[in-house]
């Protein structure tokens, strides 16, 4: 009997060590297949951020096939002061691609130039990010967003700015080289102000105190960094042609408007070739 007892302990006991083993190697499993899948996502995250391969500009801008050049993330830092910007490689221009880069970093640094002039004895900080809106083989559309602040200001200030590329031409598009503004195309657009913005106070500012001929001015003057119409612009996506303006400071200092392209063919300028880009509105702007 009790080697029948000492036979079951000792099976009891080395069934509780392999179930011990067994936990352990489970807890041990737990711990780094966590941290693996961990890793995994953030080298994941870090990819869709970065401009070298920026999946997540692709899945918004509906970028189209076969596009003979890439973006790469560059960036100007100084102090408190972080600016990041696209630039533009692999194109067969050498000399073209240097305008192209040029002109985004420049536009991406507007800014600063504006904020140093005027704060020159006040510490300034600003962090400032881009997004390709749109990417096609001939025509690139940045979003420029950020914030800055400076000891002499009340509040920070929330920055939205833009710039859209010819790239075969490595030049520039304002938005009165791409759409035919006039009195209605402004009446169209307030007309789609009214109906889409549901902020009293924006639609009061831009509607009421805002009238169509200063309307018509801001957007000759958009896109022309800082310069003519302040914070005004434009910029490209999928469907739309998108419009930023400056607004009070409690509804966030800008607001931006996407106009379908279908709602406003009739104001297409097509012998602008950036609509090549877009054959289906061309096609139907033209008939």
């Given at each position: 009997?009790?080697?029948?007892?000492?036979?079951?302990?000792?099976?009891?006991?080395?069934a509780l060590l392999?179930?011990?083993?067994?936990?352990?190697?489970?807890?041990?499993?737990?711990?780094?297949?966590?941290?693996?899948?961990?890793?995994?996502?953030?080298?994941?995250?870090?990819?869709?951020?970065?401009g070298n391969n920026?999946?997540?500009?692709?899945?918004?801008?509906?970028?189209?096939?076969?596009?003979?050049?890439?973006?790469?993330?560059?960036?100007?830092?100084?102090?408190?002061?972080?600016?990041?910007?696209?630039?533009?490689?692999?194109?067969?221009?050498?000399?073209?691609?240097?305008?192209?880069?040029?002109?985004?970093?420049?536009?991406?640094?507007?800014?600063?130039?504006?904020?140093?002039?005027?704060?020159?004895?006040?510490?300034?900080?600003?962090?400032?990010?881009?997004?390709?809106?749109?990417?096609?083989?001939?025509?690139?559309?940045?979003?420029?967003?950020?914030?800055?602040?400076?000891?002499?200001?009340?509040?920070?200030?929330?920055?939205?700015?833009?710039?859209?590329?010819?790239?075969?031409?490595?030049?520039?598009?304002?938005?009165?080289?791409?759409?035919?503004?006039?009195?209605?195309?402004?009446?169209k657009f307030r007309?789609?102000?009214?109906?889409?913005?549901?902020?009293?106070?924006?639609?009061?500012?831009?509607?009421?105190?805002?009238?169509?001929?200063?309307?018509?001015?801001?957007?000759?003057?958009?896109?022309?960094?800082?310069?003519?119409?302040?914070?005004?612009?434009?910029?490209?996506?999928?469907?739309?042609?998108?419009?930023?303006?400056?607004?009070?400071?409690?509804?966030?200092?800008?607001?931006?408007?996407?106009?379908?392209?279908?709602?406003?063919?009739?104001?297409?300028?097509?012998?602008?070739?950036?609509?090549?880009?877009?054959?289906?509105?061309?096609?139907?702007?033209?008939?």
């Amino acid at each position: 009997m009790r080697e029948k007892v000492k036979v079951l302990i000792t099976m009891f006991l080395i069934a509780l060590l392999i179930t011990s083993c067994n936990k352990k190697n489970l807890d041990v499993n737990a711990t780094v297949t966590p941290e693996s899948e961990q890793v995994q996502v953030v080298q994941e995250t870090n990819i869709t951020d970065s401009g070298n391969n920026n999946s997540k500009e692709e899945e918004k801008s509906q970028t189209t096939k076969n596009i003979p050049y890439s973006i790469v993330d560059e960036s100007y830092t100084d102090k408190e002061i972080t600016i990041r910007y696209p630039q533009v490689t692999g194109t067969d221009n050498s000399k073209g691609q240097e305008k192209i880069n040029e002109l985004l970093k420049f536009e991406a640094l507007v800014p600063l130039d504006d904020y140093l002039s005027s704060t020159a004895d006040y510490d300034l900080s600003m962090d400032i990010d881009y997004e390709i809106t749109w990417k096609s083989e001939n025509l690139l559309s940045v979003q420029y967003r950020g914030s800055s602040y400076s000891e002499e200001a009340a509040y920070p200030l929330d920055l939205f700015y833009t710039i859209n590329i010819d790239i075969k031409h490595g030049k520039k598009i304002r938005l009165k080289d791409v759409i035919k503004l006039d009195a209605k195309f402004v009446e169209k657009f307030r007309e789609h102000i009214a109906k889409n913005i549901h902020d009293d106070v924006v639609k009061s500012y831009l509607l009421e105190r805002t009238t169509s001929d200063e309307l018509l001015k801001y957007l000759n003057g958009a896109d022309s960094s800082f310069e003519i119409s302040n914070f005004t612009f434009s910029y490209f996506t999928k469907d739309s042609l998108g419009i930023s303006l400056t607004t009070l400071h409690g509804a966030g200092d800008h607001t931006e408007f996407e106009l379908k392209y279908q709602d406003i063919k009739e104001f297409l300028n097509t012998e602008n070739e950036v609509w090549k880009e877009f054959p289906e509105i061309l096609e139907e702007s033209r008939n």
